[in-house]
């Protein structure tokens, strides 16, 4: 599949997950999550931790480009950049100061190459020759040049992941050196930037997108999911912010029901219910949503991780090795388009399971329990540790988890890139699937990314603009 096909996979996923088109969601057995468990690592468990985050740094470590930052969507497959990669990027290397993999000077040398990037880089409403407008950024850029790649969206939650990571930055290197002091200062031109109030086309609901060929995107973010970064960014805002009702707006739209016996907030893929907390500790700050429901966003997503858990081990369309280690269905990599033995197969799909709908082809996102960690520990370390147990090398090697696989398509004459007789397993790694393995690794060991963001006035501003309160917050 070539570049230009794989990109517009990538933004057709991301308008079917913001208009809620997941189809034929049916009822589920019921399973009962009673109270957090308490989560004590094993011996065993701490060097299988130890080893996956240390691989996994290696991603973005060793495949950015050095001089601008630019962090690949794919490896090994010769890929664009992908800018919210670089997001999760940025923070990965803060991980790898406080883990020892790197010095703090060789992750400011790094950060300082892509924030003088992304502070340059030219921004106007022509379709070429750029990299973005009005302070947001196209979705893939070319790895080189750093301009926009094809035709694809000036994205705002795209640029929210990457504003996440220039934010993580900012807080993290608070030292008075010429080049720190160069980074937090970039790092505020960049996110005071970007205008936040341009993407309201249909006040207050923010626009998923813009193209200079055609305009705005005709969907907003609405329904629960991964935009909670991008309103608490537009938010808290100190130059264009947008006011809190957008916030309102956005919560209005959610769906709130009960799947597998569990009711929660819903939305599909898991990667909806990770990403925002990668950044943003959610355990017992709420807002006026949650505190009706007498919920908080974390404990939400301790419920949608049971819930797709749930379904995996239900298995009612019989998929190989589903269980109670083998699950997890988010966003990544697949076979193939196709349609065998009657079972319909896909490449790269947005995967989920929930009241607001289920696709399912049989594969397996290790990502989706890595970015739970700190949700649901006691299922997310079994099942990552018998992935890499059962699969070996197939599944995992030099950078972690590769990003999927299919124990049920089994048609190597198909051509399917990385099919075999035993099963289908992707060859590469995403870097937006990486990441949240890191950086949720980290924060259930440490807390280290939740803290850290906590000193961000801009997070906190925009926490506190949407109706938070309680917890750290006060």
């Given at each position: 599949?070539?570049?230009?096909?794989?990109?517009?996979?990538?933004?057709?996923?991301?308008?079917?997950?913001?208009?809620?088109?997941?189809?034929?969601?049916?009822?589920?057995?019921?399973?009962?999550?009673?109270?957090?468990?308490?989560?004590?690592?094993?011996?065993?468990?701490?060097?299988?931790?130890?080893?996956?985050?240390?691989?996994?740094?290696?991603?973005?470590?060793?495949?950015?480009?050095?001089?601008?930052?630019?962090?690949?969507?794919?490896?090994?497959?010769?890929?664009?950049?992908?800018?919210?990669?670089?997001?999760?990027?940025?923070?990965?290397?803060?991980?790898?100061?406080?883990?020892?993999?790197?010095?703090?000077?060789?992750?400011?040398?790094?950060?300082?190459?892509?924030?003088?990037?992304?502070?340059?880089?030219?921004?106007?409403?022509?379709?070429?020759?750029?990299?973005?407008?009005?302070?947001?950024?196209?979705?893939?850029?070319?790895?080189?040049?750093?301009?926009?790649?094809?035709?694809?969206?000036?994205?705002?939650?795209?640029?929210?992941?990457?504003?996440?990571?220039?934010?993580?930055?900012?807080?993290?290197?608070?030292?008075?050196?010429?080049?720190?002091?160069?980074?937090?200062?970039?790092?505020?031109?960049?996110?005071?930037?970007?205008?936040?109030?341009?993407?309201?086309?249909?006040?207050?609901?923010?626009?998923?997108?813009?193209?200079?060929?055609?305009?705005?995107?005709?969907?907003?973010?609405?329904?629960?999911?991964?935009?909670?970064?991008?309103?608490?960014?537009a938010l808290g805002s100190p130059t264009h912010p947008v006011d809190?009702?957008?916030?309102?707006?956005?919560?209005?739209?959610?769906?709130?029901?009960?799947?597998?016996?569990?009711?929660?907030?819903?939305?599909?893929?898991?990667?909806?219910?990770?990403?925002?907390?990668?950044?943003?500790?959610?355990?017992?700050?709420?807002?006026?949503?949650?505190?009706?429901?007498?919920?908080?966003?974390?404990?939400?997503?301790?419920?949608?991780?049971?819930?797709?858990?749930?379904?995996?081990?239900?298995?009612?369309?019989?998929?190989?090795?589903?269980g109670p280690t083998i699950w997890g269905l988010t966003a990544c990599?697949?076979?193939?388009?196709?349609?065998?033995?009657?079972?319909?197969?896909?490449?790269?799909?947005?995967?989920?399971?929930?009241?607001?709908?289920?696709?399912d082809d049989g594969t397996i996102a290790p990502t989706a329990a890595?970015?739970?960690?700190?949700?649901?520990?006691?299922?997310?370390?079994?099942?990552?540790?018998?992935?890499?147990?059962?699969?070996?090398?197939?599944?995992?090697?030099?950078?972690?988890?590769?990003?999927?696989?299919?124990?049920?398509?089994?048609?190597?004459?198909?051509?399917?890139?990385?099919?075999?007789?035993?099963?289908?397993?992707?060859?590469?790694?995403?870097?937006?699937?990486?990441?949240?393995?890191?950086?949720?690794?980290?924060?259930?060991?440490?807390?280290?990314?939740?803290?850290?963001?906590?000193?961000?006035?801009?997070?906190?501003?925009?926490?506190?603009?949407?109706?938070?309160?309680?917890?750290?917050?006060?």
């Amino acid at each position: 599949m070539n570049q230009l096909v794989k990109a517009v996979l990538y933004v057709a996923a991301a308008l079917c997950l913001a208009v809620s088109c997941q189809p034929n969601a049916q009822p589920q057995p019921a399973v009962t999550v009673t109270s957090p468990a308490t989560y004590s690592a094993t011996a065993a468990d701490n060097a299988f931790l130890d080893s996956l985050q240390r691989d996994t740094f290696r991603y973005f470590w060793e495949t950015a480009n050095e001089q601008n930052g630019l962090v690949p969507d794919r490896a090994p497959t010769p890929s664009f950049c992908s800018i919210a990669a670089v997001g999760f990027g940025l923070t990965t290397y803060l991980v790898g100061v406080e883990r020892g993999y790197i010095t703090r000077a060789q992750a400011a040398d790094r950060t300082l190459a892509t924030l003088r990037f992304f502070a340059n880089a030219p921004q106007s409403e022509r379709a070429t020759g750029i990299a973005g407008y009005k302070g947001f950024f196209y979705h893939f850029l070319d790895m080189k040049t750093g301009e926009r790649f094809k035709q694809v969206e000036l994205s705002t939650i795209d640029t929210a992941l990457l504003l996440g990571g220039i934010l993580s930055a900012q807080a993290y290197f608070d030292q008075n050196t010429p080049a720190e002091t160069e980074i937090r200062t970039l790092a505020e031109t960049i996110y005071g930037r970007a205008d936040w109030t341009f993407f309201q086309k249909r006040s207050p609901l923010v626009a998923m997108g813009w193209h200079p060929e055609t305009g705005f995107i005709k969907s907003d973010w609405t329904g629960y999911n991964e935009a909670m970064l991008l309103y608490v960014l537009a938010l808290g805002s100190p130059t264009h912010p947008v006011d809190p009702e957008a916030w309102t707006a956005w919560t209005k739209t959610y769906s709130f029901a009960t799947f597998n016996g569990l009711q929660h907030v819903n939305f599909d893929p898991l990667f909806g219910h990770q990403y925002s907390h990668c950044w943003i500790d959610f355990r017992g700050v709420q807002d006026a949503y949650m505190r009706d429901k007498r919920l908080d966003y974390h404990e939400n997503s301790r419920l949608a991780t049971y819930a797709n858990r749930a379904y995996c081990v239900a298995n009612r369309a019989g998929w190989t090795d589903y269980g109670p280690t083998i699950w997890g269905l988010t966003a990544c990599d697949g076979p193939a388009d196709t349609l065998a033995n009657g079972r319909q197969f896909f490449s790269y799909r947005a995967r989920g399971a929930a009241s607001t709908g289920i696709v399912d082809d049989g594969t397996i996102a290790p990502t989706a329990a890595g970015g739970s960690l700190p949700f649901a520990p006691e299922i997310c370390v079994p099942a990552l540790r018998a992935m890499k147990s059962r699969y070996g090398a197939k599944l995992y090697g030099p950078y972690g988890f590769r990003d999927a696989f299919n124990p049920t398509y089994r048609y190597p004459s198909r051509f399917a890139n990385g099919s075999t007789a035993s099963g289908w397993f992707d060859v590469d790694y995403l870097g937006i699937d990486q990441g949240p393995i890191l950086l949720m690794t980290e924060n259930l060991r440490t807390g280290f990314v939740w803290n850290l963001m906590k000193k961000s006035p801009h997070i906190r501003r925009g926490l506190t603009r949407a109706g938070f309160t309680g917890g750290w917050l006060q």
